[in-house]
């Protein structure tokens, strides 16, 4: 057996029970590597699923990367484009590309008896991924939604229907105003959806396809563009790059030239805030894994000093300077490994309460999520695991070299 690690575990495991001195050292040096390891693992996964769960609703609303005319993208107009059973082929077939959808939009007023609201339409149609919607549904049903008939039945936000005092199953009037003129639908509140995303929740409500084409005066086949999601959002941007050089800055029959954009490009201020939590992480993890690495500094240092005559008595039967240092790196080890221990059962306990019991909660209005979210990255657990325990010994080589500089005939005078 290597002698080192043999008299490290037997100081570890306490086999001299007159030496009390070292066993507070352990227990802080211990508490230190739990704690910043729990601090790191928590961080890390509210940071993780905050950032997915606002990113997972913006996606909802409008796909990976939209493809139509260039102002109407990002609604400075509303021209629209011609988007055939040909052209949704060309965008599915494009390397990365897992679904495409159509959408038309169309601005109008809601009212009721009392108030009236401003809104846009948006219409969708059979192709529709209604997942996103029907995850944050808290009222009603989803309609069938369709490019070949309108059913007059929509979809309102939380929102507007507090506003407008709506209901599920509560019939409204929609106005729209073209050129001076004033058309009126009257629609069914199907359902009532509530993402708590305020800049969506606010002005958005969807309908038939086949209504808001109609109601813009387009041919069937000509839409405000279509939405396409991505496989793997990680390579968004290599996909973005497909969709330049096969898409992008080519025409329809109408003379409509195409564009793309991701939904990052679309909306900057989200993806910048969020990409800004990032930096939080990166400085919580580095005071953490200080405080563990002082903590573990301290702690070997106190007993390197509790543990001088040992250290001389090794010395005088022969023993390297490396062989003690290493005696005591691997005594650091341990104490390391049942910190790293503690820290996950906490780290991982406090996460997984908090995401099947959502006890910690938020201010939707201002983080645009009712509870603290969480995502329980496995391999992302190990890797914080694995540089804790490679940073806390690294820290500790040059405290190790303390214990190489006892002289045997110094130490029996300490003793």
């Given at each position: 057996?290597?002698?080192?690690?043999?008299?490290?575990?037997?100081?570890?495991?306490?086999?001299?029970?007159?030496?009390?001195?070292?066993?507070?050292a352990?227990?802080?040096?211990?508490?230190?590597?739990?704690?910043?390891?729990?601090?790191?693992?928590?961080?890390?996964?509210?940071?993780?699923g905050?950032?997915?769960?606002?990113?997972?609703?913006?996606?909802?609303?409008?796909?990976?990367?939209?493809?139509g005319?260039?102002?109407?993208?990002?609604?400075?107009?509303?021209?629209?484009?011609?988007?055939?059973?040909?052209?949704?082929?060309v965008l599915?077939?494009?390397?990365?590309v897992?679904?495409?959808?159509?959408?038309?939009?169309?601005?109008g007023?809601?009212?009721?008896?009392?108030?009236?609201l401003?809104?846009?339409?948006?219409?969708?149609?059979?192709?529709?991924?209604?997942?996103?919607?029907?995850?944050?549904?808290?009222s009603?049903?989803?309609?069938?939604f369709?490019?070949?008939?309108?059913?007059?039945?929509?979809?309102?936000?939380?929102?507007?229907?507090?506003?407008?005092?709506?209901?599920?199953?509560?019939?409204?009037?929609?106005?729209?105003?073209?050129?001076?003129?004033?058309?009126?639908?009257r629609?069914?509140?199907?359902g009532?959806?509530?993402?708590?995303?305020?800049?969506?929740?606010?002005?958005l409500?969807?309908?038939?396809?086949?209504?808001?084409?109609?109601?813009?005066?387009?041919?069937?086949?000509?839409?405000?563009g279509?939405?396409?999601?991505?496989?793997?959002?990680?390579?968004?941007?290599?996909?973005?790059?497909?969709?330049?050089?096969?898409?992008?800055?080519?025409?329809?029959?109408?003379?409509?030239?195409?564009?793309?954009?991701?939904?990052?490009?679309?909306?900057?201020?989200?993806?910048?805030?969020?990409?800004?939590?990032?930096?939080?992480?990166?400085?919580?993890?580095?005071?953490?894994?200080?405080?563990?690495?002082?903590?573990?500094?301290?702690?070997?240092?106190?007993?390197?000093?509790?543990?001088?005559?040992?250290?001389?008595?090794?010395?005088?039967?022969g023993?390297?300077?490396?062989?003690?240092r290493?005696?005591f790196?691997?005594?650091?080890?341990?104490?390391?490994?049942?910190?790293?221990?503690?820290?996950?059962?906490?780290?991982?306990?406090?996460?997984?309460?908090?995401?099947?019991?959502?006890?910690v909660?938020?201010?939707?209005?201002?983080?645009?999520?009712?509870t603290?979210?969480?995502?329980?990255?496995?391999?992302?657990?190990i890797?914080?695991?694995?540089?804790?325990?490679?940073?806390s010994?690294?820290?500790?080589?040059?405290?190790?070299y303390?214990?190489?500089?006892?002289?045997?005939?110094?130490?029996?005078?300490?003793?």
């Amino acid at each position: 057996m290597n002698l080192s690690l043999f008299i490290a575990r037997r100081i570890y495991s306490g086999g001299d029970l007159r030496r009390k001195v070292s066993r507070p050292a352990m227990r802080i040096a211990t508490a230190g590597v739990a704690i910043g390891l729990a601090v790191m693992l928590v961080s890390v996964g509210i940071v993780l699923g905050f950032k997915h769960t606002i990113r997972d609703k913006v996606i909802g609303f409008g796909g990976n990367i939209t493809v139509g005319e260039y102002n109407s993208i990002y609604g400075r107009d509303m021209t629209p484009v011609d988007m055939p059973d040909s052209m949704m082929r060309v965008l599915s077939s494009i390397e990365g590309v897992s679904h495409v959808q159509r959408y038309a939009l169309k601005q109008g007023i809601l009212k009721t008896d009392s108030d009236f609201l401003g809104v846009v339409f948006k219409g969708v149609a059979q192709e529709y991924d209604t997942t996103f919607i029907r995850s944050n549904l808290v009222s009603g049903s989803m309609p069938a939604f369709s490019d070949s008939v309108g059913r007059n039945k929509i979809l309102v936000s939380q929102i507007m229907a507090d506003r407008l005092g709506l209901k599920a199953g509560d019939k409204v009037f929609a106005y729209f105003i073209d050129n001076g003129d004033v058309r009126v639908r009257r629609f069914t509140v199907s359902g009532i959806y509530q993402t708590n995303l305020s800049q969506f929740d606010k002005s958005l409500c969807f309908a038939d396809l086949y209504t808001t084409v109609r109601l813009n005066g387009w041919d069937a086949e000509q839409v405000s563009g279509a939405e396409v999601t991505v496989s793997d959002f990680s390579r968004l941007e290599g996909v973005a790059e497909r969709f330049v050089s096969k898409v992008n800055r080519t025409v329809d029959k109408y003379g409509v030239q195409y564009s793309s954009e991701t939904v990052q490009r679309l909306n900057p201020q989200i993806f910048t805030w969020l990409d800004l939590l990032d930096l939080n992480v990166w400085i919580i993890l580095a005071l953490m894994l200080c405080v563990a690495g002082f903590t573990m500094i301290s702690g070997l240092l106190i007993i390197i000093l509790e543990r001088t005559s040992m250290i001389g008595l090794l010395k005088a039967l022969g023993a390297r300077n490396k062989t003690i240092r290493k005696t005591f790196l691997w005594f650091a080890v341990f104490i390391i490994g049942r910190g790293l221990a503690i820290g996950n059962v906490v780290g991982i306990g406090l996460m997984l309460l908090q995401k099947y019991t959502g006890v910690v909660k938020l201010d939707a209005a201002t983080y645009y999520v009712e509870t603290v979210p969480v995502e329980i990255n496995v391999p992302l657990i190990i890797l914080i695991n694995v540089a804790t325990l490679l940073i806390s010994v690294f820290v500790l080589i040059a405290p190790s070299y303390l214990a190489s500089r006892v002289r045997p005939a110094a130490s029996m005078r300490y003793e």
